[in-house]
């Protein structure tokens, strides 16, 4: 399956964001589906993860309570929204899609086979 990311931007400190992933090709039934994101000169790091069957969530804990993850099913479109944006927020965010992972390793970039371009998003203070 093919991943695009697209809604990054440049911010101000408090501002919102929505990032969007499509897929090309085929639906996201059967898989998880996540949000990464990597700083410069940082690793990649989980942001959130989405099973498209039943719509369970997990989050990154530092990030919980600003970020959301949905999914729209008739669009075929995962989501991320970004409250309360601070400058540590700036990097790069990538959505990945994986059949195979399982619920405890699903917060490790490895877990994943399939990954988006990434989309930019900058904070200014």
């Known amino acids: 399956v093919q991943l695009q990311a697209s809604g990054g931007g440049v911010v101000q400190t408090g501002g919102s964001l929505r990032l969007s992933c499509g897929a090309s090709?085929?639906?996201?039934?059967?898989?998880?589906v996540g949000w990464f994101r990597q700083a410069p000169g940082k690793e990649r790091e989980f942001v959130a993860v989405?099973?498209?069957?039943?719509?369970?969530?997990i989050y990154e804990d530092s990030l919980k309570g600003r970020f959301t993850i949905t999914r729209d099913i008739t669009q075929n479109t995962l989501y991320l929204q970004l409250n309360n944006l601070e400058p540590e927020d700036t990097a790069v965010y990538y959505c990945a899609a994986t059949r195979r992972a399982i619920h405890s390793v699903l917060g490790v970039p490895s877990s994943y086979e399939h990954w988006g371009q990434g989309t930019q998003v900058t904070v200014s203070s």
């Open positions: 090709g085929r639906t996201f039934r059967g898989y998880k």
């Open positions: 989405l099973k498209w069957d039943g719509g369970t969530t």
